[in-house]
T-cell receptor, first 114, second 115 residues
Framework: NAGVTQTPKFRILKIGQSMTLQCTQD?????MYWYRQDPGMGLKLIYY???????DKGEVPNGYNVSRSTTEDFPLRLELAAPSQTSVYFC?????????????FGPGTRLTVL | AQKVTQAQTEISVVEKEDVTLDCVYE???????LFWYKQPPSGELVFLIR??????QNEISGRYSWNFQKSTSSFNFTITASQVVDSAVYFC????????????FGTGTRLKVLA
């Protein structure tokens, strides 16, 4: 049981480049989330999904897109990278919809945009 | 609106001292859930505990204990006899009743335990 896996672990992008951050979970969780964590700050929700084919915006969705074609995978797409997107990105999942279910987090992707 | 406040940005203690991390929450839901997560220097977030709004029993797990008080909307976390390995950022989070999706995180408290 690998839990939540994310690739890559680190990435440096040039301004204007695009990339996809991969996230996979093997726990058959319905709910999946993408957060960003800026240095010294808390977590901000970018997008979330309550099941395959269903996604919705969180607090800071601008500049990002997601898809959820399977239960397991929830990739995050950055289009036209900007320095403001330099951050650590965490994918998480939970066995929704019970409110008492904790989130399981991936190891994070550290992204730098120069 | 829901909100979680962790007023302590950073705390430094000397090893073996006890330390309490504060968490104050706001919600209008009668059913809700509270969580604590640990983020060690390696960066990964690790779940520590959950508590639902109907269970005000305090919980102890080894050197860790949690005090949930609905009257003051607080869910505080105490580490007894702190160790260097406890150095991390600790996050408190709130989630509403079943059917809600969002976890509201506090801004975290960075704990430094000095040898």
């Amino acid at each position: 049981n690998a839990g939540v896996t994310q690739t890559p672990k680190f990435r440096i992008l040039k301004i204007g480049q695009s990339m996809t951050l991969q996230c996979t979970q093997d726990m058959n969780h319905n709910y999946m989330y993408w957060y960003r964590q800026d240095p010294g700050m808390g977590l901000k929700l970018i997008y979330y999904s309550v099941g395959a084919g269903i996604t919705d915006k969180g607090e800071v969705p601008n500049g990002y897109n997601v898809s959820r074609s399977t239960t397991e995978d929830f990739p995050l797409r950055l289009e036209l990278a900007a320095p403001s997107q330099t951050s650590v990105y965490f994918c998480a999942s939970s066995y929704g919809p019970s409110g008492g279910n904790e989130q399981f987090f991936g190891p994070g992707t550290r992204l730098t945009v120069l | 609106a829901q909100k979680v406040t962790q007023a302590q940005t950073e705390i430094s203690v000397v090893e073996k001292e006890d330390v309490t991390l504060d968490c104050v929450y706001e919600t209008r839901d009668t059913t809700y859930y509270l969580f604590w997560y640990k983020q060690p220097p390696s960066g990964e977030l690790v779940f520590l505990i959950r508590r639902n709004s109907f269970d005000e029993q305090n919980e102890i797990s080894g050197r860790y204990s949690w005090n949930f008080q609905k009257s003051t909307s607080s869910f505080n976390f105490t580490i007894t006899a702190s160790q260097v390995v406890d150095s991390a950022v600790y996050f408190c989070a709130l989630r509403g009743p079943s059917g809600t999706y969002k976890y509201i995180f506090g801004t975290g408290t960075r704990l430094k335990v000095l040898a």
